[in-house]
């Protein structure tokens, strides 16, 4: 099995700055990974799929790089809306992994 | 426009049963691969089950296997998930979501809240 592991847990920044999101896959994925993003009370949403392909809708500022067994999700600029919790997920065979998630909190 | 529409959680004893419903509209569930993924109060996201296209796959979470059971009535356009012998920890909200290019989940359902509790 598969097991991702994000980082860091949570992160605070101020809106306008960067963030950069990890995600570690315990063995190489080549590059089958997703990012999604939650705000409270919502259902998760679709950002990058193929480590670095956004989705319909999904703003330019968001950003998925890395292969094999790292992957980022970078925001070039946080706005207000973009606070929220990031996972990952990944599928191989039948199984699907999601990492632990990183909330992205104001400063 | 495509979306699916939740039904059916609640309040339920452990032991219990509840099954969950997921209407679908702007697509044909038969044209796709759908899954339920929960996710318990404050924690991460689980996925749990997921139903092939012709409804002759299959795939459960050992978390869940043998309990709940993944359906679809095409006729209705509605995906489904019974859940029995439920236990304190399958409290959740569950999602139901339509798969994207085969691996990813795009979009989900509003989700609906199972609680389980004496």
């Known amino acids: 099995e598969i097991v991702l592991t994000q980082s860091p847990a949570t992160v605070s920044l101020s809106p306008g700055s960067r963030a950069t999101l990890s995600c570690r896959a315990s063995?190489?994925?080549?590059?089958?990974l997703a990012w999604y993003q939650q705000k409270v009370g919502q259902p998760p949403r679709l950002l990058i799929y193929?480590?670095?392909k956004r989705a319909t809708g999904t703003p330019t500022r968001f950003s998925g790089s890395g292969s094999g067994t790292d992957f980022t999700l970078t925001i070039g600029s946080l706005e207000a809306e973009d606070f929220a919790v990031y996972y990952c997920q990944h599928r191989r065979n039948w199984l699907f992994t999601f990492g632990g998630g990183t909330k992205v909190e104001i400063q | 426009q495509v979306q699916m529409v939740q039904s059916g959680g609640g309040l339920v004893k452990p032991g219990g049963s509840l099954r969950l419903s997921c209407e679908a509209s702007?697509?044909?569930?038969?044209?796709?691969?759908m899954s339920w993924i929960r996710q318990a109060p404050g924690k991460g996201l689980e996925w749990i089950s997921y139903i092939s296209k012709s409804g002759s796959t299959i795939y459960d979470a050992d978390s869940v296997k043998g309990r709940f059971t993944i359906s679809r009535d095409i006729a209705k356009n509605s995906l489904y998930l019974e859940m029995n012998r439920l236990r304190v920890e399958d409290t959740a909200i569950y999602y139901c979501?339509?798969?994207?290019?085969?691996?990813?989940?795009?979009?989900w359902g509003q989700g609906t809240l199972v609680t389980v509790s004496s």
């Open positions: 063995q190489s994925i080549g590059y089958y």
């Open positions: 193929d480590a670095s």
């Open positions: 702007g697509f044909y569930l038969s044209d796709y691969y």
């Open positions: 979501a339509r798969s994207f290019e085969y691996n990813w989940f795009d979009p």
